[in-house]
């Protein structure tokens, strides 16, 4: 069983920035996929950014040039720097792995809210 522990969210003026981190922890399988998805309330729930064990990445539109994802494959942590944060950023961030397996698990969750 993987287990995912995310920390980084919090309150942030409009451009400012956050990081957030994803630990996985319990895994013996490997990891293919890693990435951020968020929900805003009366949203679904959206790709932000993921990268796979090879380093390639996909970022919504929304974010780009933005927002940057990166890993630390011999750990299994992933980050997500977001910098010029918007208003409309503010939501649920959650960390989202998929297995060598394609098994998947997702995180607990960390707020990020945008405000002045």
């Known amino acids: 069983q993987v287990q995912l522990v995310e920390s980084g969210g919090g309150l942030v003026q409009p451009g400012g920035s956050l990081r957030l981190s994803c630990a996985a922890s319990?895994?013996?399988?490997?990891?293919?996929?890693m990435g951020w998805y968020r929900q805003a309330p009366g949203k679904q729930r959206e790709l932000v950014a993921s990268?796979?064990?090879?380093?390639?990445?996909n970022y919504a539109d929304s974010v780009k040039g933005r927002f940057t994802i990166s890993r630390d494959s011999a750990v299994n942590t992933v980050s997500l720097q977001m910098n010029s944060l918007k208003p409309e950023d503010t939501a649920v961030y959650y960390c989202k792995v998929v297995s060598n397996y394609r098994a998947t698990y997702w995180g607990q969750g960390t707020q990020v809210t945008v405000s002045s």
């Open positions: 319990g895994t013996t399988i490997g990891i293919y996929v």
């Open positions: 990268i796979t064990s090879g380093g390639q990445t």
